[in-house]
């Protein structure tokens, strides 16, 4: 693959690009900046015409959206501003007619247009959908008027069925009637949706989030299937204990479950700004243990992901390797730095260590724990891979 083009006269940032239904023309928005919108010419990769976003009493413009059915026509969006704009081939210009919304003050994030170029679809900071006729330039609808979407409408997409499919700052994901914007099909995700992109295939579709995760959604059922991997580098890999097909993996903030026949998470267990050095399955399979760099040791339940039991101050350096024995009732852990104190304790948390200090350059520490009763807190039901 190769570049096919460059094209440089915005200013700092490209806020948004759109290609025309024929592929003949590019029209880019400048970031704030810049605030200007270009037409180009694909085939002779020229610059055709330009003109501000938006007007001087309008605030920024965010986004850009092309007719299906006009290489003439596009449509900007954003604070306050909401415009229809109609390319003039001989002049090589592009004019801008405004659409009345009446006493409504939105700030739009996303735009779509029906199928038929006959309405305009906008999601805005308010939780609300805007329906401006495109022929008139007229509000025709705003709703949902009562359960508004909580952080805003931050996605959104048009449907072959003609239903709109809505993401949220608030990481709902709704499927809902475009006439009156009755909510037909509702699922939960972790953070803000910032991304939908509708598969070739009819049953399913991706979900983009705040929290760098990737969902694949059944339209039948509309459940989250959780696909994505860590986002950071991964610290370390353990293998569960006597099947090899299942491993679990570490990284910043996480721990994740896998297996290996089937590319997707089982599990996911988050700890807010930490970072996650090692862990390791005990025996039993009914607990993973972890290494933290704030110092701490963590047990999670296999199946739940449910906190068990955490080891304070385990080490002054952080934790940077575990390993469970094969009785879970032990967990032996080292850090990197200076030898420090080997001990054992029958509590919950690790004080008043006194034995011998280790003659090695990682120091460790032997701790006694049993997680076997520790485990009563989660449900006592096996786990998913037995």
Known sequence: RTI???????????????????????????????GRIFLWDIETKRFMC????????????????????????FVSAGNETLRVWQLNLTKRKITATECQAGKLRRMVKCVEISEEDEFIFCGTTSGDIMKINLNSRHLSSCGPVKSKYSLGVSFLKILKSGDLL???????????????????????????VTSIALSGEDSHFYVGTEAARMYRISYVDFEAELVSSHTSAVKDVSIFNGISELFGTCSEQDIKLWHIDNPKELLCITVPNKTCNALDFMANGQSIISAWDDGAIRVFGTESGRLMLIIDNAHKKGVTAIAGTRSCKRIVSGTEGAPEMRGETSSRTSTNITPPPLALGRSSRELQCDTRTASTRAPTTTSPWK
């Open 166 to 192: 809505l993401g949220s700052g608030s990481g709902t994901i709704t499927m809902c009637s475009s006439t009156n914007f009755k909510i037909l099909k509702k699922v939960q995700v972790e953070k803000g």
């Open 4 to 34: 096919h083009a460059e094209l440089t006269l915005h200013k700092a940032k490209v806020e948004a690009l759109a290609f025309s239904p024929n592929d003949k023309y590019l029209v880019s928005l400048g970031g704030q900046d810049d």
């Open 50 to 73: 330009g003109s501000p976003a938006s007007a001087n009493s309008s605030g920024h413009t965010f986004t850009l959206q092309y007719s299906n059915t006009n290489d003439h026509v």
